[in-house]
């Protein structure tokens, strides 16, 4: 058993665990974060995305010793209190999920996909960029659609933020 | 039509708990004291079990219990079964072999499961289910269809002779061979149908509970029919009678058909937790999800179309061999026959059909319906003879498919089905012209240019939904009824509730359910809630499969929103001193028609609770239940249009554009219905170009990963262009047909139609992938 220290969703946890519990149990099964999800056995699926240290990682791949020390960002700790994130209110209103299981990673990834590509996206990058993350529901249609939405809502304000701000 | 009524596009309920990670699926259930378990499989697809030594795991840290298939058997547990009776063409029923949950004399596929082990935690489980020593007398396997009835081949089960299961016979031999005698063409084709693996994201679950001190068990299950699931465990696994056994399946991450079953793992986890004394969960891994899900297709056909000097059809002629693997799974046997050939008129008039289906054992997984269940089968059958013939002709794929329309309805064809209502050339011309079938040519020049091979194909489909009127498929040997039932509960204060045997798993019931309900009675969706999933909340149920949930389920809401209408038409009456012919329901109010005088619809329905002025003798509260049972199938049909670009030096294709031009009748909500396209295309072109479950000669599944099976991504698919047209269906009271399964249906030939377009071979097999594509376009060209 290792101790694990982590900074979850903006509070400090600290527990222990086996040495070999990957990142996605820890959070799932010590923290009951369950927003988190297991899709697969061999890192493809991208359910199990999060961001740690602000940069989406599958937590399969990853043990939880691995990650003590990391600030973590789940599905739960995306929105900001009552307000969604631009990209959960997108996936809602393009109706980008049907059985939501896949949802949460979906979003952990389009929300850093979106932040590493401020000049804006196209389709083609989109879809090319969602390469490790499986949805079975959607056929991916309405989830590039709420991706490129968001993305345009994200710069718009934060363009409208650099205005405030000068 | 208001803005949150039947036809608006209404953002859904459901998805606020999904995006902020508050979804409840098993895998998140907590119960006090619960432990977890761990299968121990069979690594080998056909051997006889000699010893199974559970010593040593037993003594394992952590372990709690470690139990086989004899103590099984000797606490009474069922087999499992079968639940829809085929007979062969001889008059004998099928020949169903025995499925113990857990096996305990033989192993029949890879995956087969043996024995359970409960301990603290998932990890001990597992290190615990590695320890177990079983030891195999190994026999010779057979995994395909076409090959297990040879001389010499493995006798899977002692009740299945040459593991022939049932051969079976639809339509009328004479008529057709008659009219094989009078063609001026016929077309034959050999079809393979490739096997596939669901793969709904959330893997299969189970959580069972034994409560000692009510004698009483629940079970947690990933279900499309939590109520199918106790009734099957109650009267033929006996885990527990009905009264004490509840099933609840809560948020499920998508099924596609292969999360109706009731598979031994829920049943053994039960039964471990009354053994164990402890709650027991197991939620497979996706390799044993690989393993051990019920797969899809797998079908040998030999198909021959005769047609007279004109084109038109005469008569048809099928031979099927539908593996069904090494247990007969639920409603396995109806899959190739009743859901299958019964749709081989396609859309069109054929005078005569005669088709024979062999279903068959092998030493691979169960096979089961899987989104389409049978229709995606047929269709790719009809639609690659259509275009084949059209190729053979000479003449426009379109025209030869529009001069055999069925153009008058209904339309009684040789294969029991009665179609009501449709337009097929109605949605050919959409699809033709959203695609720009016209302007093909240019594009296909263009293409040329840059070295690519351009090509465009369509498929016509027809399928049938909302199965179907009970007595009818009892005749037909179904074990059950397939009716829908709905409970509508409106509260003191006027808020609803709708209680309903559908099971929502990413279809979005929360939604259109709530959107009946306020199309009736102007009640906000916000105050509407539908409530599913749970046997001891709602009283029964046939759940979710074969796009019934419109059809059949939201028919039953609709006969109990009825009744509820009507008493409280009375309530109001009386309120306003007023005829009960002059209320109507507007703007969430009573009104007495043509006059002001009205009764909000909150204070009517506290008027039916404190009870204090009723109508002399009437009940109080307000809530009514209603069972629908539909008159009839409904049918859904359409056209899909593909256009690809191959490249001939690697084999790869790219899909240009797809079009989908589809006749679901009435529609409750666009944005969910092209949502339920997009996703069954996706799956229709997986199946196409990408996926295929591969064993190899001794039974090992070699696609049993992500690693290895190819699952569709978004970059393998473009954004699809999806148009509706609208022929109501005249069964059922919504005029709905239904939408969950026709882009998988329809979808696999105008994909392959395509790329045979492109590369000049109509001889392609699927899934297309680029080195299948590539030999293809070798074998037709010098090199």
Known sequence: MSDVSLMVN???VNGTAEDRTLLVHFLRENLGLTGTHVGCDTSQCGTCVVHVDGKAVKSCTMLAVQASGSTIVTIEGLANGADLHPVQAAFKEHHGLQCGFCTPGMIMTATDMINRHPEGLDEATVRA???GNICRCTGYHNIVKAILAASKTMSKASKGKARQAA | MGIEGVGARVARKEDKRFITGAGRYVDDMVVPGMKHAAFVRSPHAHAQIKKIDVKKAQAMPGVIGVLTGKELKADGIGNLICGWMIHSKDGSPMKMG??????????RYVGDAVVIVVAETKGQARDAAEAVE?????LKAVVDASKAMDKGAPQIHPEAD????????????????????????VVKMDIINNRLVPNAMEPRAALGHYDKAEDHYTCWTTSQNPHVARLVMSAFYNVAPENKLRVIAPDVGGGFGSKIYIYPEEIVCLWASKKTGVPVKWVADRTESFLTDAHGRDHHTHAEMAFDKDHKILGLKVETKANLGAYMSLFSSATPTYLYATLLSGQYNIPAIHANVKAIYTNTAPVDAYRGAGRPEATFVMERMMETAARQFGVSPAELRRKNFITSFPHQTPVIMCYD??????????????SDYAGFAKRKAAAAKKGLLRGIGMSCYIEACGIAPSAAVGSLGAGVGLWESAEVRVNAVGTIEVLTGSHSHGQGHETTFAQLVNERFGVPLDSVSIIHGDTDKVQMGMGTYGSRSGAVGMSAIVKALDKVEAKAKKIAAHLLEADEGDIVIENGALKVAGTDKNVPWFQMALAAYTAHNLPGGMEPGLKETAFYDPSNFTFPAGCYICEVEVDPETGTTEIIQFVAADDFGNIINPMIVEGQVHGGLAQGIGQALLEGAHYDNSGQLLTASYMDYTMPRAGDLPSFKVSTSNTPCPGNPLGIKGCGEAGAIGSPPAVINAITDAIGSNDLAMPASPSTVWAAIRATTKH
């Open chain 1, 10 to 12: 903006g509070k400090r």
């Open chain 1, 129 to 131: 960029e969602l390469e």
């Open chain 2, 98 to 107: 025995a499925w113990s949950p857990l096996a305990f004399d033989k192993v």
């Open chain 2, 134 to 138: 079983i030891t195999y007398k190994e």
């Open chain 2, 162 to 185: 040459n593991n022939l299961i049932f051969d079976w016979d639809i339509g009328n031999a004479d008529d057709t061979a008659a009219a094989f005698q009078k063609a001026a063409h």
């Open chain 2, 421 to 434: 209502a449709g337009d097929y050339a109605a949605s050919l011309d959409a699809a033709m012209k959203a």
